[in-house]
């Protein structure tokens, strides 16, 4: 599995992005897709995932601003983020499984304040 991600940028404080993940491979082996990100300085953590069945899971500090979703027929995953805050800045990183597939290089999202 090979996942490029794309979207990020610069961005003020209270605005939005659209991240974009394309997933080549044989992704429908594992459990779900899902979005980590690395501040800087600190550890990946993941924020959001979805299942092959459309169920998601958000980690607290993303709820109800941010909304993953996928298209399975372009092999895309997305993240809306909405309402951005300074400390959503880091790098954007998807996968399959939390980890299971080799890291991409990620997209930069850079919150200002």
Same mark, same amino acid.
């Given at each position: 599995?090979?996942?490029?991600?794309?979207?990020?940028?610069?961005? &003020? =404080?209270? +605005?939005?992005? @659209?991240?974009?993940?394309? *997933?080549?491979?044989?992704?429908?082996?594992?459990?779900?897709? #899902?979005?980590?990100? &690395? =501040?800087? +300085?600190?550890? @990946?953590?993941?924020?959001? *995932?979805?299942?092959?069945?459309?169920?998601?899971?958000?980690? #607290?500090?993303?709820?109800?601003?941010?909304?993953?979703? @996928?298209?399975?027929?372009?092999?895309?995953?997305?993240?809306?983020?909405?309402?951005?805050?300074?400390?959503?800045?880091?790098?954007?990183?998807?996968?399959?499984?939390?980890?299971?597939?080799?890291?991409?290089?990620?997209?930069?999202?850079?919150?200002?304040?």
């Amino acid at each position: 599995v090979r996942c490029v991600e794309s979207g990020g940028g610069l961005v &003020q =404080a209270g +605005g939005s992005l @659209r991240l974009s993940c394309v *997933a080549s491979g044989t992704i429908s082996r594992f459990n779900t897709l #899902d979005w980590s990100r &690395q =501040a800087p +300085g600190g550890q @990946r953590e993941v924020v959001a *995932a979805i299942t092959f069945t459309g169920n998601t899971v958000y980690a #607290d500090s993303v709820k109800e601003r941010f909304t993953i979703s @996928r298209d399975a027929a372009k092999n895309t995953l997305y993240l809306d983020m909405i309402n951005l805050k300074p400390e959503d800045t880091g790098v954007y990183y998807c996968n399959v499984d939390r980890g299971r597939a080799p890291w991409g290089q990620g997209t930069r999202v850079t919150v200002a304040s």
